[in-house]
């Protein structure tokens, strides 16, 4: 695989315990082969849960002990110190960490973090508080809103013949599910989210924090098989395929789809912020009309203030190239200084062919949920405007939200929407490849949400297309064109890996994960830029591969089926002309793979590492 793809990982082994060492994390924590810790690293998270960077300046090992001397860098931050792990006697293991900031911090959280498997999902645990009192619970199974365990001063639990027994010092642990983010672990973490944030760290304050690890037993042994084996059912028609906008800077390629690019996308999604200065100039874009087309500025416009050179009314009816005019899912983000904005938006979009629309209020108790009062002032606009298209309503950001806040959601709704974001907590590919069990989990959790209504997921991005925790306003355009870009442009939110080969592969195991039924949309990337399935100067790049074999199976009745291990899946389409299979194979090795179709057929091919085929 690539570099890029890959990155760089070290093997530590000391008796029985093993892990890996990932840039600063120690991961994959394991007891006699078997997996007992996903990752226990250090952070440091600014006021807006941004994360610094910690540097790896030196690494000291030995039998017993992996060391790292570390810095952190960036959101103001300086601190210095250490990250250890060592092996304390038998089956016992200790990860501490020791740092002092050089300057005062505030921060919202900075210490040990601690991810458990999600194979840990139903498992009976035992949660000791700080006064000494013990409660029992589970490791939840569905996906859990809000907190499953409080007040962590020790977790004990016993998993696939292992006793495992955990000590925590140097603060007051909780634990969150980060399934919601489609990350796959569950997480404890320190300094409660009851406290106020941020709090300070002051200037040669150290932060010292333990994390005493306790297994016995003998884990159970599994056969492993040499060929994966995926049955695939018949079901309901697979989503429809999708992309985002572009919000990369002009100038946008010439054409708006390469002709040999495959299947036209069913929909481009564009998220359009009211408060921003060129959200007109957006909307133009991504219905696909040429800037230079724009008719000139008439008198009553100039009355009304209307900007002919941003205003979408204002552009030419003519596509960037000979294909379809796209269809466009539109989200608004409402400005709260000027409620009226929405009137002038759904008026922009008369004339555009707009298969769905929503809005979003950006702050107050329901922000980023499609709450009873934005769903009102969107339906009285369109009403305005004397147009009659779907009104859908969600979440603007993750799950999460959809999960914890779905009781605002008003009534008649024509269906649901959130957005998924694989590297929201942690940048590493370990966590991209991890998060499509994840996914499908989110995807079945969201229809039951949805309850009979069709749900969209998208945007899907690597990289969060806006900060959902952010305590500070967002960054804003500087003027009304896009020379700039405009949303998640303006954050630096693209990733090296959007050009790797092996993304294709994700992007077709992603959408097998993602289409449960009851799952309509899927809208993956962007048109074009560096989060885009093509170059600003209209490359393709490998993802457009996938996105364009996935959407010319939309449509057709649906074959669908689990992976056995999270890294191979499967997903096809059953037609008159025949059965069309596609499989994803995410492992860093060659697997030898099998498919079997209603009905028994089978169909067999060994699937590179990091690629994708048809059967």
Do not use: C
Not at 282 to 289: D, E, F, I, N, V
């Amino acid at each position: 695989m690539t570099d890029v793809w890959s990155g760089a990982a070290t093997a530590w082994r000391s008796g029985p315990w093993s892990l890996e060492l990932r840039d600063d994390e120690f991961a994959d924590i394991a007891y006699d082969g078997h997996v007992v810790l996903r990752s226990v690293r250090a952070v440091v998270r600014d006021r807006n849960w941004d994360t610094a960077g910690l540097v790896v300046d030196r690494v000291d090992g030995s039998d017993l002990a992996l060391t790292l001397h570390v810095h952190s860098t960036g959101l103001g931050s300086d601190l210095r110190g250490i990250v250890r792990a060592e092996v304390r006697g038998p089956g016992r293991l200790r990860v501490l960490t020791d740092l002092e900031p050089q300057t005062d911090l505030a921060t919202n959280r900075t210490g040990l973090v601690v991810l458990h498997p999600p194979a840990l999902a139903g498992v009976g645990l035992h949660i000791r508080h700080s006064d000494g009192t013990v409660a029992h619970s589970r490791f939840p199974e569905r996906i859990s809103p809000h907190q499953p365990a409080l007040d962590i001063a020790g977790l004990s639990w016993s998993h696939e013949g292992l006793e495992l027994d955990m000590r925590f010092t140097g603060d007051v642990f909780e634990m969150e599910d980060q399934r919601n983010w489609t990350d796959a672990s569950y997480k404890t973490y320190s300094r409660p989210l009851a406290l106020p944030f941020p709090y300070t760290v002051a200037a040669g304050e150290r932060v010292v924090q333990a994390i005493d690890v306790a297994v016995s037993g003998t884990p159970t042994a599994t056969a492993p098989d040499p060929v994966t084996r995926i049955r695939l059912d018949e079901g309901p028609p697979l989503p429809a395929i999708g992309v985002s906008a572009s919000t990369a800077p002009d100038p946008a390629p010439a054409d708006r789809w390469p002709a040999d690019g495959g299947v036209w996308p069913a929909a481009v999604l564009v998220e359009l912020d009211l408060a921003t200065r060129n959200w007109r100039a957006a909307l133009g874009r991504a219905a696909g009309r040429h800037p230079s087309d724009r008719r000139p500025q008439s008198p009553s416009e100039r009355e009304r203030g209307v900007d002919a050179r941003t205003d979408p009314s204002s552009l030419s009816e003519r596509p960037r190239d000979e294909g379809p005019a796209a269809a466009l899912d539109v989200r608004f983000v409402l400005d709260d200084s000027d409620p009226s904005s929405i009137d002038e938006a759904v008026h922009a979009l008369r004339g555009l062919p707009i298969v769905r629309v929503t809005a979003f209020p950006p702050t107050g108790p329901a922000r980023h949920v499609s709450d009873l009062d934005a769903i009102a002032r969107l339906r009285h606009a369109l009403t305005e405007a004397g147009l009659d298209i779907a009104v859908v309503g969600g979440v603007r950001s993750h799950f999460t939200e959809l999960n914890r806040e779905h009781h605002r959601l008003p009534r008649g709704l024509a269906g649901i929407v959130f957005s998924s974001t694989p590297l929201f907590h942690s940048l590493s590919t370990a966590q991209l490849i991890e998060a499509l069990p994840m996914q499908r989990i989110v995807a079945t959790q969201g229809v039951g949400i949805a309850a009979g209504l069709p749900v969209h997921v998208g945007p899907i991005s690597l990289r969060p297309h806006f900060n959902d925790v952010a305590t500070t306003p967002p960054p804003m355009p500087a003027h009304d064109d896009l020379r700039d870009g405009y949303g998640s442009a303006l954050l630096d939110a693209g990733d090296v890996r959007q050009s790797a080969p092996q993304l294709a592969a994700w992007t077709v195991a992603s959408a097998a994960a993602l289409a449960v039924p009851g799952v309509a949309t899927l809208a993956y990337f962007e048109e074009w830029g560096p989060r885009g399935v093509r170059t600003a100067d209209g490359t393709a790049l490998p993802v457009l591969a996938a996105v364009s074999a996935l959407a010319a199976l939309a449509g057709a009745t649906g074959l669908r089926g689990d992976s056995p291990d999270g890294l191979v899946w499967a997903l096809g389409a059953r037609a008159a002309g025949g059965d069309t299979v596609l499989v994803a194979n995410l492992d860093d090795r060659p697997r030898r793979v099998e498919v079997e179709l209603p009905g028994g057929a089978t169909r067999t091919a060994e699937v590179l590492p990091g690629s994708f085929l048809p059967l």
